[in-house]
């Protein structure tokens, strides 16, 4: 777990580099100067099905659009405390991203905040943000003069308890009012008690700040202006809240005190009864006013003000968040149509020659960005990935290196299931005689609530299947993207995968039940938008591999097609322990994806260890069972073709060695080729 803090002072000093760059060697440089982050609140959902579906949104917003920080709320008087902590915990385990845990005083004693600190501990929170909460119960706002009603009246006070107890463990954050605190009084004797105010909070121990949330730039501006000179130099977040609808924005600005300029007002009273409308113009004036404070902060010659992030109030809503993003160019929608077979496969000599490649990449972008069309994710515009794999914020896993391929696409279960380990391989993925690997074979499964409820299952997953056609247009559509989720994957079609995900729908048409692929790539860069990681400077590398269901008789064909071809290793089993191999010698590990990067040593952060492979097997064929088959009736046509192919069907996976091969037609998928060819050759 980082402190947020320790981030956003490494970011200043890239920013600060870059700028001493542009100095020397003109507006050029500019293009590497560092881009902005942002940040997402969500706040503790009151019922069960709402707390599934906010995990589920806070996984997927954080892999889609990787976001500096979340931070999540605090009722009052430590009324949400356990569904707030149950959110932290989720999110840095699995959603692997650091958190700020909001923590107000309001009408709580020493000795629970003190209680309250320490389960953050042991949670392994890092980041506070320091709150005094709700207003005394009965008033709609603070007035000034007002008190907490707990042993810590403000702030302060909760800040000072954080450091007398905890020292230097926590970060710590606390709020700004750029259109002042109500208990700060009005005017300019208010404006500097409230400066008076921050400035004793950040001597305190705090060490940065999230704004309120505004519309009238110039206000910001102003109270960075007043921030500074109050001797305040710590980073500064700007709060930004999208426009959901115009009663909620007139609700929420005049609750909180927050002026809404005319501007603003007049392009929104006109439509103010239709909330798609509202939405549509309210992200645009949100995405507005980051343009201009980040034009101004790359144009202001004084670092000091320097403002290269915001922190978005998302009302746990996700769709007016991602569209700003995209809007201010952070994030890219990638469909299948949105790259072309050299953007994702070729090897370029220098970043120059890969030049064209990117603009064809980005050109792709805008027009699905105008067609807004078939299947659609998002994923930042440059490539920040550490790892192929998002890393764990956990401090117990911080020294992870490597992960095997098989739950790459269940990495909630991978997790879970490692949860209790005390170290992780580095360089080498290590002996699978170890202990830890036998706890990893014993620990129950991690069931994703991703899938729902039963119901919301036989939706997804077909309430009457008759065929096994039936079950292979499940997989196809998963695989198109109108369904959403099958057991095997928590996650949507990712985005290496849209450029090969006709041929994919057509391979689970023809019986090859894919759960897991990864095309062959041969010195990516490391920026590259879709397959880069690892930082800048640095050149990629993966094989192909693929990871399917069979019946029987396609398992003997892919075994006769690897035994034609000696790149090609294959490894299957069966729910009964019968196994398959072919083209493979006695040996060990293979590393299927490696980068070589400057001044560092060759990294392999994506391994298959067949030893490792036969664990995840058994976890691969229980979903049918716990998932799939007992949706429908016991004797059931449905329950006994589940049960059928549960039964007989091999997990089969294929390594090709061969990265930098030809296949057909120009492709450079080789294996992909062949895998069609058996798929036809079947069904012939």
Excluded at 20 to 45: C, M, Q
Excluded at 274 to 295: F, H, P, Q, W, Y
Aim: hydrophobic share 35%.
């Amino acid at each position: 777990m980082t402190r947020i803090v320790d981030k956003l002072h490494s970011r200043r000093k890239e920013h600060m580099k870059s700028r001493a760059s542009e100095a020397t060697s003109g507006p050029a440089a500019r293009a590497t100067a560092p881009s902005f982050y942002y940040s997402f609140e969500f706040f503790p959902p009151k019922t069960e099905p709402g707390l599934d579906n906010l995990l589920t949104r806070i996984d997927r917003m954080c892999r889609r659009l990787d976001p500096l920080f979340i931070s999540i709320t605090w009722g009052a008087n430590g009324c949400t405390l356990s569904r707030t902590l149950a959110i932290a915990s989720h999110a840095q385990r699995f959603a692997c991203v650091d958190v700020l845990l909001h923590l107000s005083c309001t009408g709580l004693s020493r000795e629970k905040l003190a209680q309250v600190l320490s389960m953050a501990k042991a949670a392994g929170l890092h980041n506070i943000l320091a709150l005094r909460g709700d207003p005394p119960q009965g008033k709609r706002a603070w007035a000034e003069g007002d008190v907490s009603g707990g042993d810590c009246d403000r702030a302060i006070d909760l800040v000072k308890l954080i450091r007398q107890l905890h020292g230097d463990y926590f970060c710590i954050g606390v709020a700004g009012h750029p259109e002042g605190h109500p208990s700060s009084g009005t005017g300019e004797e208010g404006k500097t008690a409230e400066m008076r105010h921050l400035k004793e909070k950040m001597d305190a121990g705090a060490d940065f700040i999230i704004t309120q949330f505004f519309y009238d730039v110039q206000v910001f501006f102003d109270y960075i202006n007043r921030c500074r000179r109050a001797g305040i130099d710590a980073p500064i977040i700007p709060g930004v809240m999208p426009i959901q609808s115009f009663s909620s924005l007139m609700k929420m600005t005049q609750f909180c005190g927050i002026s809404v300029p005319t501007s603003v007002s007049e392009r929104l009273h006109p439509i103010q009864h239709n909330d798609e409308a509202v939405k549509e113009i309210g992200c645009d004036i949100c995405s507005t006013m980051c343009r201009t404070i980040l034009k101004a902060n790359n144009q202001d010659p004084n670092i000091d003000t320097l403002v290269d992030g915001f922190h978005f109030y998302t009302l746990n809503l996700e769709r007016s968040t991602t569209r700003i993003l995209i809007d201010l160019d952070a994030a890219d929608f990638i469909s299948s149509r949105s790259a072309s077979p050299s953007v994702l496969f070729e090897r370029t000599d220098s970043e120059s020659n890969q030049q064209p490649d990117n603009i064809n990449f980005h050109n792709n972008i805008n027009d699905i960005r105008r067609e807004r069309g078939g299947s659609v994710s998002e994923l930042p515009r440059l490539s920040r990935r550490l790892l192929p794999w998002k890393p764990s914020t956990m401090e117990n896993r911080s020294k992870e290196a490597i992960r095997p391929i098989n739950w790459s696409n269940r990495p909630h279960s991978y997790v879970m299931r490692t949860d209790d380990w005390d170290e992780f391989p580095n360089g080498r993925w290590g002996d699978a005689t170890s202990p830890a690997f036998g706890d990893l074979s014993e620990i129950s499964h991690f069931y994703s609530f991703t899938l729902g409820s039963d119901d919301d299952r036989r939706a997804m997953l077909g309430h009457c299947p008759l065929h096994e056609s039936d079950v292979f247009e499940i997989f196809a559509r998963y695989v198109e993207g109108t369904v959403p989720h099958i057991p095997w994957c928590e996650t949507p079609l990712q985005p290496e995968s849209f450029l090969i995900q006709p041929q994919l729908a057509k391979l689970n048409r023809h019986g090859l039940l894919t759960i897991n692929s990864q095309p062959p790539v041969d010195g990516a860069s490391s920026s590259h938008p879709v397959f880069g990681w690892g930082g800048k400077g640095g050149r990629v590398y993966q094989k192909a591999y693929f990871e399917c269901f069979v019946s029987p008789d396609k398992a003997n064909r892919l075994t006769q097609m690897v035994t034609q071809h000696t790149s090609i290793n294959m490894y299957a089993i069966n729910n009964a322990g019968q196994d398959l191999r072919a083209g493979v010698e006695e040996g060990g590990v293979t590393a299927l994806t490696w980068g070589v990067f400057p001044n560092r040593e060759i990294l392999q952060p994506t391994i298959f260890d067949p030893d490792i492979f036969l664990i995840w097997a058994e976890e691969a064929f229980s979903l049918w069972s716990t998932m799939w088959l007992n949706l429908y009736e016991h004797g059931s046509e449905s329950y006994e073709l589940i049960e059928r192919i549960r039964d007989t069907y091999y997990l089969v996976a294929l390594i090709d060695n061969d990265f930098d091969s030809g296949g057909k037609n120009g492709s450079k998928f080789v294996l992909l080729d062949l895998l069609l060819e058996v798929g036809e050759a079947a069904i012939a």
